[in-house]
C-alpha cells in the first residue's frame, strides 16, 4: 500500500486518510468496500491461493470435510479480522454467507464482507456488559489488546497480545502492564509517536523550501542559506528524531514545544543553528535562545 497522503477526496479543511483526521465521508466508505473485494477477489484467484488462505481441505475435492473447513477457516480468519472470538451467531452468519461452500467465490463474498465490517474497519467497543467499576462498563480484554496495539503500533495485536487476550490474563493488573511496556519499548511505538506529531503539527503541508529560489524577496529572508529539495524532508525529519529522543527518555510532553537543543542530523539545517549535524546518538547539542532563530 501506499503511504498516507494528505490527499481529500471531497476538498474541504480535512486530510483526508490520516488517522489524525477523524472525519468519515462517503468516498471513505466506498473505497474501503473497494479495497475489501479486490483483495477477496485476489485472496481466490487460484486454488494455490484458496488452499493458502483457507486450507488444503478447501481444494483436496472430499465434500465431507467442507462444513468442518469453512467454519474452522471463518473461525481462524474471524479472529485476525475482527480482533475477538467469533460467536456463534457470527459464524452462522458467515457461513450462511459463503453458502456453506469452499467454493472459491463463496470463500470470497465472506472474506469481503469481513474485511468490509465496521468492527474491521473501526474501533468498536461494547465492553463486559456485567462488570461495571466508577458506574462504566470495563473493556473486554480483546478490546483492550486493539485498543495497545493501535495505541503504540498504530496496527492489530501481535500474537503475544493475542494470547493475553483470549487467556483473560490481560485483564490482570501485573499482565497489563507488563505489556504496555512492552509495546512501549518496541520500535514500531517509536515509529508511532514520529506519525503522531508529523500529523500533528501538519508537517504533511510543509511546502518545498527549494520552490522559490528564484525569487528576490525570498533571498532577503534566507539570507545566505540556499535550501535543496532536500531541505523539506531534512527540516521533517529534525522534528521526528526529537520526539523520538524524547519519548525513548520518557520526557514530559511539554518538552516537545521548549526543548532548545539540535536534533538536525543534515548539514543545511543544522547550519541555520549554527552547530555540527547530530550524530542521532549522543547528546544534542544546546541551543541559545532557539525559539529566537528564524
Known sequence: YPADAYVNPIGGPHGGYFRADQAVQQAHIDGSYAVAVKLAADLTASTARVSQLVGACATDGNTANDAACLSDFIQRFGRQVLRRPLSAADLDFYRTLAGNSVAPTSIARAVGVMLAAPEFLYVIE?????????????????????RLALHFWNTVPDAELTAAADSGALLIPATYQAQVARLAADPRAERTVR??????????????????????????IAGSFTPTAATRQNAI?????????????????????????????????????????????STPQAIPNRSLIT
Open 195 to 220: 506519525e503522531f506529531f508529523a500529523q500533528w503539527f501538519e508537517l504533511q503541508i510543509t511546502p518545498s523550501f527549494d520552490s522559490r529560489l528564484s525569487d528576490p524577496v525570498y533571498h532577503t
Open 237 to 281: 525529519d529534525e522534528i521526528g528524531d526529537l520526539v523520538a529522543f524524547l519519548y525513548r527518555g520518557n520526557r514530559p510532553l511539554i518538552e516537545v514545544l521548549t526543548d532548545n537543543r539540535n536534533f538536525a542530523r543534515s548539514a543545511d539545517i543544522a547550519s541555520l543553528y549554527g552547530v555540527a549535524p547530530w550524530n542521532g546518538s
Open 126 to 146: 461494547t465492553g463486559q456488559s456485567t462488570v461495571l467499576q466508577q458506574g462504566r462498563l470495563l473493556l473486554t480484554a480483546q478490546e483492550l489488546a486493539t
